[in-house]
């Protein structure tokens, strides 16, 4: 919370700068008789900041604005011996080449001719397929979780109900485990996010960095067909801009709840029943954009604007759950109640009463038995099915932070600068103390600068710095060491990522296991570094775009299954010689395995990659009604480059007799030699 406000103060003192996906306008001047107009001064103006850019028609009458910030301008032509003609309101959208031909009238330069511009129903200039969702469209259609991205189905041949990515859905948690879209047909890993023309996709699933809240967004665009070849990357473009401030200020301040007070007490089929169902959502924030202004001090009306926005979200949410555990009396090794005979390992002989002697029962299943619960409900209720009831907690927090800036420099060069901040963080909680936990924050700077070097000829640069971190690890992890403190034999204690509670499972008796999540830990801590920069340059009836693009990648993970160690026990030791009777939870409490799984150590990669592009676009105006766009990209994305240790893991299934397993080593609890080695 600090770190987002002091980097916002930086800004306010002292202005970085960000990119964004620009538009174009274009056109020709001509005069009654449909001929072109040569050397008309053709003078832009954004209304929302008064930013001014001119240029000149050429031979032909031709014109066109490259790098145009998307916004609401005012288009006006002067030529002497024609009255002043100006078009307003026309609106340039994301990535949009908006064709505005304009008609001059014989007369006077002192008169004047108003034209209310009125939107294309067909864009003609290039063969883009995509389509934008505006502001009005995000901020006033209803949005579950106020997630944007639930609008790309406005976009038509565009669907978010493919399958999720099954790794990232638990890795990654929140609204990125069920982003799913896919377009034209393609897989959802396909997709290319970009934020205000930089980058922000994460190398690991592909799936979005910073998630701007609606309030922040001015509009976003899905491209899903041919678009010009200064896109690459991935054959789905996801296109978004943020708002940006004007001369006027506007704000908002919102909240919505759910709470569990407004619902109805929910039905449970077991015979603890809670009193509620506690269920809390709160999701509030603000923004506020417009001119910069400190009184008596600096007045940024017409030169420098901002825009901040800040959006929380609490969850709390508690459910039911049973699991079917063993009674009290069996942690105590008495199984009387149990239908099945259980047998000595070492002599194959029932138990005397069905019970196995304390002096019997392993020190190290002793200690893990404070992770497992035994039923709450009687036997005679509920036998050994659905036996034990707690209710879990899920908890989700989310805060998003966004400052963008801008500033018009003179009407040949304007900056912006944007910081995005977030911080996510969940969990869900099994039996006990287990569960998940997954954290998630970022960060994301960007710049860019668009300086107007002559009429025909704009620079465009930009760059941007993403940080993405992202951990998946259990709840019971807290400041103890679990696995250390158990000091179970192999187990090999790693980093606090990997603390937690080894998984055990029972096979055939249909108990609930107990500890943590066996896939995991993973601890992502990836970056991505970008430098752009393209050259618009529009010469006759050709305008020509070419750039560079380099992307540096950094994607650093720690983890890997079965760090903490899996157990699954069977009733085979405790079997009689016909293969009877026997039970799992008997065979842990005598440290008979009958498969362990476990890892030498937490696998760390470190890749990294340097990925290049560049481009060339031409549009040819052949005729005023006749256009041809072009163009060509070279792209290298290398394979990732890495230093890591190797190894593997060992599975072993334990179907030798117990007496044997101290000596090679194939049990749980017995001396044991590390069963693991380099690859």
């Excluded at 485990?177 to 994460?202: E, F, M």
């Excluded at 978004?240 to 909240?255: D, I, P, Q, R």
């Excluded at 901040?308 to 063993?326: H, T």
């Excluded at 920069?533 to 720690?558: A, C, I, M, P, T």
Aim: aromatic letters at 12%; glycine letters at 8%.
């Amino acid at each position: 919370m600090r770190t987002k406000w002091f980097v916002a103060a930086l800004f306010l003192s002292g202005l970085s700068v960000i990119g964004q996906t620009l538009g174009d306008i274009s056109g020709q001047v001509a005069d009654p008789s449909g001929a072109g107009v040569p050397s008309s001064v053709v003078t832009l103006t954004n209304t929302a900041t008064n930013a001014v850019r001119t240029t000149n028609s050429n031979e032909q009458g031709l014109y066109t604005f490259t790098s145009v910030p998307p916004g609401i301008y005012n288009v006006k032509v002067e030529h002497p011996g024609f009255k002043t003609t100006t078009s307003n309101n026309v609106e340039v959208q994301v990535q949009q080449s908006v064709r505005l031909d304009m008609t001059l009238q014989v007369g006077q330069v002192s008169e004047s001719i108003e034209v209310s511009a009125t939107a294309a129903l067909l864009q003609s200039e290039n063969a883009t397929v995509g389509t934008v969702v505006e502001t009005k469209s995000i901020v006033e259609l209803p949005l579950n979780g106020r997630e944007y991205l639930n609008l790309v189905t406005l976009a038509p041949n565009v669907s978010n109900l493919a399958p999720p990515s099954g790794q990232a859905q638990s890795r990654q948690g929140a609204d990125r485990a069920n982003l799913a879209i896919s377009a034209g047909g393609n897989r959802i890993v396909y997709d290319y996010y970009t934020l205000d023309g930089v980058v922000n996709t994460d190398p690991n699933f592909n799936t979005y960095i910073v998630l701007p809240s609606i309030d922040a967004i001015q509009e976003f665009k899905v491209q899903t067909g041919v678009y010009p070849a200064e896109f690459g990357h991935e054959a789905t473009q996801v296109n978004v801009l943020t708002k940006s401030g004007g001369n006027a200020y506007h704000g908002s301040l919102f909240e919505f709840v759910r709470n569990n007070d407004f619902d109805a007490l929910p039905y449970q089929f077991t015979t603890t029943k809670p009193g509620a169902s506690p269920f809390k959502w709160n999701d509030y924030g603000f923004e506020i954009d417009g001119p910069v202004v400190i009184p008596k001090l600096f007045n940024g009306r017409n030169k420098l604007f901002f825009m901040a926005n800040d959006e929380w979200l609490i969850q709390r949410q508690n459910f039911q759950q049973a699991y079917s555990v063993p009674t009290p009396q069996m942690f105590e090794g008495n199984f009387s109640q149990l239908g099945n005979i259980v047998y000595d390992p070492a002599t194959k002989l029932p138990f005397n009463n069905n019970t196995i002697p304390s002096s019997m029962i392993n020190g190290n299943s002793q200690k893990l038995l404070k992770y497992y619960n035994s039923a709450t409900i009687p036997y005679e209720v509920a036998k050994l099915t659905s036996n034990y009831v707690q209710n879990n907690a899920s908890p989700f927090n989310r805060d998003g932070f966004v400052l963008r800036m801008d500033f018009v420099e003179s009407s040949k060069s304007q900056w912006t600068g944007r910081y995005s901040w977030g911080d996510e963080n969940q969990s869900n909680q099994t039996i006990n103390i287990s569960g998940s936990k997954i954290l998630t924050n970022y960060e994301q700077y960007l710049g860019s600068n668009t300086r107007i070097l002559t009429p025909n000829i704009v620079n465009e640069a930009r760059f941007g710095y993403s940080r993405f971190y992202n951990a998946l690890g259990a709840t019971s992890q807290g400041s103890n060491n679990i696995v250390a403190s158990l000091a179970l034999p192999n187990l090999l204690p790693g980093p606090p990522v990997t603390w937690g509670i080894p998984s055990v499972a029972f096979n055939g008796d249909g108990f609930s296991g107990f500890g943590d999540n066996s896939d995991g830990p993973y601890e992502n801590n990836n970056n991505t570094t970008q430098f752009i920069d393209n050259v618009s340059w529009n010469k006759g009836k050709h305008s020509f775009k070419f750039g560079f693009e380099y992307d540096r990648q950094n994607f650093n993970q720690l983890g890997n299954q079965y760090s903490r160690g899996q157990y699954s026990f069977s009733p085979n030791a405790t079997q009689s010689p016909t293969h009877t009777g026997g039970d799992a939870f008997a065979e842990f409490l005598l440290g008979d395995v009958y498969q362990s799984t476990l890892a030498v150590a937490a696998a760390q990669a470190a890749f990294q990659r340097n990925n290049w592009a560049a481009f060339v676009d031409d549009t040819w105006k052949i005729t005023p009604k006749l256009t041809v766009s072009m163009g060509l990209r070279w792209e290298l994305v290398p394979p990732f480059t890495d230093q890591i240790t190797n190894l593997f893991i060992v599975k072993v299934p334990h179907i030798l007799p117990h007496s044997w397993c101290a000596a090679i080593g194939l049990a749980l609890f017995c001396p044991a030699r590390q069963l693991h080695g380099p690859v």
